[in-house]
């Protein structure tokens, strides 16, 4: 398909189709390879000396040794690139003085520096390279000095103009590709607060929908109960198990709402917590540091999680949360109770632990479940303050 009837293609798919550029190295290698050949031949023909051949070859084994990875290199020059220019000045200078024909690599060479070279530098490397050249003309022609030297500045102007067109081509094709690359990860980045943000709101719904129904619910048998009065003691039961699910029922609709760091620092998040807590919780800040948004929301959840596993499971009298800041590198949290304690290695975690683990583990932190029957527990979080 000629480049004029090419069709216009946009959209996702086509950016992500394969780079035409690097789709025509393999072109390149042949361009190379017959220009070589040609001027082998042309060299030949001439009665040329047989060393100039060999230069030619050795030329050959430069670009397949380094020069190859030198004209595909994203960003150019690179440390092959320095040494295919070497090689290619010395022994394309060496083979024209020993058999004039070894100019026709020129049509090669050129290119091949533009490719490996930023446009500047290969513009010196190519006049280098019309040193050879230019010493022929001058000295085995009889053509007026003048019309030689117009045509030598032609013949560089020409090249310059084709270099220099490379050379943009080349970078335009990496900037392009950096910025698929960066649309990429955007889109991606994207995606996965559009995901967070369903599920936050996901949560908040199904919260509001608890407290209409089960809480207000729970209230109102509980307010009829103690209408009642106590002396039934079935009674008195029944009121002790509404304001336990009461309980429950405003602790699952904290943890599903989100936490309440709008307009507040972490600290005053989790004081918050703390005073709306039925025990005691004595609460210790050491340091102070901007943690992200995300860790401070991970924090606050497991702080959450770790107040509720405490009202359900420790038998409690205090709890102490405790907030160190290591400024630039982590934020570490910790939730002691005076209960009844476990063994963590004999007993699986629930649903809240695996939960809290979950959402640290996506930010790079870890959390650790330390206590003994008897001696309390503690559950400690550290995450990463560039989370």
């Known amino acids: 398909m000629s480049v004029g009837k090419m069709p216009i293609m946009g959209g996702p798919v086509a950016a992500r189709a394969d780079n035409a550029w690097s789709r025509s190295y393999p072109f390149w290698d042949a361009y190379f390879a017959m220009v070589l050949v040609a001027t082998i031949i042309a060299i030949v023909l001439d009665g040329g000396s047989p060393v100039a051949i060999v230069l030619l070859l050795g030329i050959t084994v ?58 500047a530098r290969a513009v010196a490397a190519m006049i280098a390279l019309f040193i050879g050249p230019t010493i022929h003309l001058m000295s085995e022609l009889g053509t007026h000095p003048l019309m030689i030297i117009m045509a030598i500045v032609l013949g560089l102007s020409v090249s310059s103009l084709l270099g220099v067109f490379i050379d943009r081509l080349g970078r335009q094709n990496t900037e392009r590709a950096r910025l698929i690359e960066e649309l990429d990860r955007t889109r991606e980045e ?30 109102s048998i509980l307010m009829v109960l103690q209408a009642a009065g106590d002396r039934d003691p079935r009674v008195t039961r029944a009121m002790q198990i509404s304001r336990d699910n009461l309980a429950e029922t405003r602790a699952l609709i904290a943890a599903l709402a989100p936490p309440a760091l709008e307009g507040a620092s972490l600290e005053e998040a989790l004081e918050r917590l703390a005073r709306g807590f039925e025990l005691p919780v004595e609460v210790s800040v050491a340091g102070a540091a901007d943690v992200p948004g995300a860790v401070a929301e991970a924090l606050v959840r497991a702080a959450q999680e770790g107040l509720a596993n405490v009202r359900k499971h420790a038998g409690a009298r ?42 640290v583990t996506r930010l790079g932190g870890t959390v650790a479940i330390i206590g003994r029957p008897g001696g309390g527990t503690t559950i400690a979080v550290e995450l990463p303050c560039s989370g």
Not at 97 to 115: E, G, H, K, Q
Request: net charge neutral.
């Open 318 to 359: 205090s709890v102490r949360l405790a907030l160190q800041h290591d400024p630039g590198s982590s934020v570490r949290m910790s939730i002691s109770d005076d209960g009844r304690g476990f063994d963590p290695e004999a007993v699986a975690d629930g649903y809240g632990l695996r939960a809290m683990r979950g959402r």
């Open 190 to 219: 994207l995606a996965e607060v559009s995901q967070e943000a369903g599920r936050l709101a996901e949560r908040e719904r199904l919260a509001g929908d608890i407290h209409d129904t089960l809480a207000q619910g729970f209230a």
């Open 62 to 119: 430069s670009y397949a040794a380094w020069g190859r990875r030198a004209v595909r290199a994203p960003v150019a020059p690179i440390r092959e690139s320095w040494w295919l220019v070497a090689v290619v000045l010395v022994l394309f200078t060496a083979a024209d003085l020993l058999a004039s024909a070894s100019s026709v690599a020129l049509s090669a060479l050129v290119p091949m520096t533009f490719m490996a070279l930023r446009a």
